[in-house]
């Protein structure tokens, strides 16, 4: 019984993505789209925290997105796995429930 | 494609869903539509529960009067929720402390236990994080607002 987490907006302007971590169960995954993805952003201020998430949880950022910001697989903390959107539905049905933090 | 069978819809099944409310009352419209949906959810009988994190922990303060501000003041709705099934109302402790709040500052919500009389009971359970966060693994359904 695991979780996918959606976070869709900049941890720099807003708190769901510290909430999200915050409430990470075991087994849980992680994933960032549309504004979410800068949070995975390599030296970022949250990068110390996202890798650190890594090393116990999943965590997945959205290709697309990344690459509409002008970022690629190169830019984003270790630990973190590019997905496409078939890949965000395999995470939707590999899990038993999807929660999309606001 | 041969064994893949069409989803199974009965209406007699009940799944718990929970209502996650991160955001203060005013000044964005999310706890109001949050609420609008909870009322309507419960007219098909579902296992509803509230969650009140971040922010969303304002939604239940005692003492809101918005009539400087020309907004309909829907706090006294949640006292309403009992009648509707509605008893379980989750508030994370980290997030009143964050706030500088205590469980007093919120309003009483009760419901009546019908099994025991109709006596009052509180809906309001005051939980932490962790505890939140294995209550949010047991629901079918998590509705972010």
Known sequence: ?102 | MADVKPPEIASNIKKKLMYVNRKAPYGTIYALESLEVVLISAAFEQDVSLAFLDDGVYQLMKGQNTSGIGMKNFSPTFKALGDYEIKKLYVEKESLDERGLKPDDLMEISYEDEDEGFAKKPSVRIVNRSELTQIMAQQDVLLNF
């Open chain 1, 1 to 102: 019984m695991s979780t996918l987490h959606t976070v869709n907006k900049s941890p720099f302007e807003r708190s769901a993505f510290i909430s999200a971590l915050n409430h990470l169960g075991p087994g849980d995954a992680l994933l960032m789209i549309e504004d979410g993805v800068v949070g995975a952003r390599k030296a970022s201020a949250f990068a110390g925290l996202l890798e650190k998430t890594a090393k116990n949880f999943s965590v997945y950022v959205l290709g697309p997105d990344l690459a509409a910001r002008g970022m690629a697989e190169k830019d984003v903390i270790q630990g973190a796995r590019l997905v496409d959107y078939g890949g965000f539905v395999d995470l939707v049905t590999e899990h038993d429930r999807t929660q999309a933090w606001l």
